[in-house]
Structures are given as C-alpha cells and as structure tokens.
C-alpha cells in the first residue's frame, strides 16, 4: 500500500466516523474532550484527584460513543479515563423537538 493510498483510506475513515458522529449526537447529552480522545456520553462524572502532589482527572462516561476511526465498536456501555491534561465537558443542547427537513408544511 503506497502513502498516497494510506491518506485516502484515512481520509475515508475519517469522513465515516464524521457521518457516524452526525447521525448519532442527538441520542447523547454530553461532549467530552480529553487529551486523547473525543467522547459522547448521557452520563458524565469528572473527579480531580490529587496524590503526591499530582493533581490528575478522572473521568467516567456511561452509555457513551467514542471518537476512534481505528476502534472496531465505538459503542461502549461505560469508560472510564484517567488525564493529567485538561478535560473539557459541555453539556448538548437538546431542541425540544426536532421536524425533519422534509415534514411536508408549508409551500
């Protein structure tokens, strides 16, 4: 496999998992960011934990989806992450209802 064909199978890969991530962000309540990995997750504790002067996160997710072009099941029913770095939670905004682009109202 030539570099040239390694960049469109992972340029492939990447458009996919975007279409997934598209397709699925409305079943999730939360968006989390680690130094690794992006996550979707319903349920989020974040812990700051502090030993020997260290202070490092601990983060866990439940009934989440993860950000991983090379994971074979991005599904996952709990994880649990440990980062010395940053961890960004946000919380989704849910509309209250959502109509397809197609509903059939109007003209």
Avoid: C
């Amino acid at each position: 496999m030539s570099a040239e064909d390694l960049e469109k199978y992972e340029t492939e890969m990447e458009l996919q998992l975007y279409r997934e991530y598209r397709d699925i962000v409305r079943q999730f309540s939360y968006v989390v960011e680690t130094e690794r990995r992006f996550y979707l997750a319903n349920q989020v504790d974040l812990h700051v934990r502090n030993s020997d002067g260290e202070v490092y996160f601990e983060v866990e997710m439940h009934d989440a989806w993860v950000w991983d072009m090379y994971r074979p099941a991005r599904f996952v029913k709990n994880v649990r992450v440990m980062t010395f770095k940053d961890v960004n939670v946000e919380e989704l905004e849910k509309p209250d209802i959502s109509l397809p682009d197609d509903a059939g109202f109007g003209g």
